[in-house]
Nanobody
């Protein structure tokens, strides 16, 4: 049974940083594309970042390029999202999710995801 548990969210001031973690269980993370998506109040879910299984190639939404970095530790079966230079518009619930396809520059096709972790960027 696929299980994804996110952690690391919280309240941070604009310009600050957070590192999200996602512990995966029930499957070997090393063989799966995995990523992060987010949903802000009143908005649709948005793919934020993905990392491939074969070569660790990473992909980012334009809104977070240069500020967020995705990484994975296959020994710990964990994926991370380092978020720097946070902005109020980054406020959302962040979900770790399996599957990801890049279509016309957007990250879509996510399948299973966890319960999410709240990130709030505010002064």
């Amino acid at each position: 049974q696929v299980q994804l548990v996110e952690s690391g969210g919280g309240l941070v001031q604009p310009g600050g940083s957070l590192r999200l973690s996602c512990a995966a269980s029930g499957f070997p993370l090393a063989y799966y594309v995995i990523g992060w998506l987010r949903q802000a109040p009143g908005k649709e879910r948005e793919g934020v970042s993905c990392i491939s299984a074969s070569d660790d190639r990473s992909y980012y939404a334009d809104s977070v390029k240069g500020r967020f970095t995705i990484s994975r530790d296959n020994v710990k079966n964990t994926v991370y999202l380092q978020m720097n230079s946070l902005k109020p518009e980054d406020t959302a619930v962040y979900y770790c999710a399996t599957g990801c396809t890049v279509v016309a520059g957007s990250l879509v096709g996510f399948t299973s995801w966890g319960q999410g972790t709240q990130v709030t960027v505010s002064s």
